[in-house]
């Protein structure tokens, strides 16, 4: 039986070979609104991954547990809810395969309503197009 895994996961697949998109770095951030942030909007590093052989970066926070502590955004893997942002750096995956691309890295912003749940975020890449959803 697989152990527990991050909270947050994601998965890039290549659509244009068909074929996992290992050794993409991907950067995970925490939204903090202008309000508390002396006027400007930020994003806040938390984490960052490497996808593997399978396009899969499954290590990006370490897996929940029960603290009786909590921090503002992120404690022994449980997530608070908010606005969170994660990144591909794509460029570098089209260079290794010979390629040229549109898009150098690919954000995704999504919001957490229920920090107890599993969010994976699925990205389909190809050179000049991309897409994603919520996966399971």
Known sequence: MPGPK?????HVLDSSTGK???????RLQDFTPAATAGGLD??????????????RCLNLLPP??????????ELDGVL????????????EH???TGRKCFYPWVEIVFEIE???EHYHIPLLISPYSFTTYRGS
């Open 64 to 73: 929940a547990r029960d603290s009786s502590e909590a921090k503002e955004k």
């Open 42 to 55: 930020s994003f806040n590093p938390m984490a960052t991954g490497v996808t593997n052989a399978d396009g």
């Open 80 to 91: 608070a809810s908010g606005i969170y942002k994660i990144t591909f750096e794509t460029k």
């Open 6 to 10: 991050s909270p947050i996961t994601c």
């Open 114 to 116: 229920n920090p107890k």
């Open 94 to 96: 089209f260079e290794m």
């Open 20 to 26: 996992p998109a290992e050794g993409v770095h991907v």
